[in-house]
C-alpha cells in the first residue's frame, strides 16, 4: 500500500511535515507516504495589449513524481509483479507511440491545411473584383477551413454551428481590424519601390493574418477538446492575432507584394503582344 497525500500545494513546508509525520503514526511507518497534487484547475488574469484584463481558468499540471518513485522501489522490490506488468506494459507503449504518431501527424497536416487556406484568402482579396465580392470570398473559404481542420480531427461538425462560430469570430474581427489595417499599411511603407499601397493590398494581408490566427486556434481546440468549443477558442484566436504579428504580417506582405509584380508583369506582357 502506498498512501498519496493530494492538494499538497495548499499547505506549507512545515504543516505538510507535521501532516506526514501524523499519517506515519495512523498508518505505520512502513507504509510510505508520498505528497501529490492531482492537476485541477487554477484562475488567473489575462492582460491585453489594450489594458483590459480577464479573468479565466486554466488547466494545472499535476505533480506526482514521488509516487511514480515509490511504485518504482515497489517494483523493483517484487520481480514477479514486473513480470506479470510486462505484457501490458509493451502494449502501453506502443499505443503511446501511436497516439503521438497521430497527432504529429494531424499538426503537420493542419499546419499545411491552414497555410494553404490563408495563402487562398490573401489571392481571393486580391482577386475581388467588386466591393463585398472578398467578403463572400472568405466566407466560404472560412466555412471549407473549419470543415477540413474537423474532418482531420474526426471532430462531428454540423453546418449551424460552424457557422454560429464564424459568425462570432466576425464580430471578434470587427473590434480589431482598424488596429490590423493600421500596423499592414505601416509594414507596406518598409517595401523598397512600393508606391501607393491599394487598399485591396492591405486588406490581402489582414485576411491572411486572420485565417492563420483562427486556424490555429481552431485546430488546438480540435486536439485538446475533440470538439469545436466557441468560447476558449476564441480567445486563443484572439491571443493568436496578436503574437508575432508584426513579423507574420511581413510575411503575407512579401506574398501579397510578390504576387501583384507577378500580375502587373503579366498584364505589361499582354499589352505588348497586342
Same mark, same amino acid.
Request: zero cysteines; aromatic letters at 0%.
Given at each position: 500500500?502506498? +498512501?498519496?497525500l493530494n492538494k499538497v500545494d495548499r499547505y506549507s513546508e512545515v504543516d505538510l511535515g507535521r501532516v506526514r509525520e501524523r499519517l506515519a503514526e495512523r498508518v505505520g511507518e512502513q507504509i510510505d507516504i508520498v505528497p501529490v497534487q492531482c492537476g485541477g484547475v487554477e484562475e488567473v488574469t489575462r492582460i491585453y495589449h489594450d489594458g483590459r484584463e480577464e479573468t479565466t481558468l486554466r488547466e494545472r499540471q499535476p505533480h506526482v513524481e514521488e509516487l511514480r518513485r515509490a %511504485?518504482? #522501489?515497489y517494483l523493483d522490490a517484487d520481480p514477479? +509483479? %514486473?513480470d506479470a506488468l510486462r505484457d501490458t506494459a509493451v502494449f502501453v507503449l506502443a499505443q503511446q507511440k501511436l497516439d503521438c504518431a497521430v497527432a504529429e501527424y494531424r499538426r503537420g497536416k493542419a499546419d499545411a491545411i491552414i497555410q494553404s487556406y490563408s495563402r487562398k484568402a490573401v489571392f481571393g482579396a486580391l482577386a475581388a473584383v467588386s466591393p463585398g465580392t472578398d467578403v463572400l470570398?472568405?466566407?466560404y473559404l472560412g466555412y471549407n477551413l473549419l470543415k477540413e481542420l474537423c474532418a482531420l480531427y474526426e471532430a462531428p461538425a454540423r453546418e449551424m454551428d460552424m457557422q454560429r462560430f464564424l459568425d462570432l469570430a466576425g464580430n471578434q474581427i470587427k473590434r480589431s481590424l482598424n488596429l490590423l489595417l493600421a500596423l499592414v499599411g505601416n509594414v507596406f511603407k518598409a517595401f523598397p519601390g512600393m508606391g501607393t499601397v491599394v487598399g485591396g493590398m492591405i486588406h490581402a494581408v489582414v485576411y491572411g493574418l486572420i485565417f492563420e490566427s483562427l486556424g490555429k486556434a481552431v485546430a488546438r481546440s480540435l486536439e485538446s477538446r475533440g470538439d469545436l468549443v466557441n468560447g476558449?477558442?476564441?480567445r486563443m484566436f484572439e491571443d493568436n492575432l496578436s503574437e508575432d504579428l508584426e513579423a507574420r504580417a511581413r510575411r503575407f506582405a512579401q506574398l501579397v507584394w510578390s504576387g501583384q509584380k507577378d500580375a502587373d508583369n503579366a498584364g505589361t506582357a499582354v499589352?505588348? #503582344?497586342r
Open positions: 500500500m502506498i +498512501v498519496a %511504485l518504482q #522501489r514477479q +509483479v %514486473l470570398i472568405q466566407g476558449p477558442t476564441l499589352g505588348e #503582344r
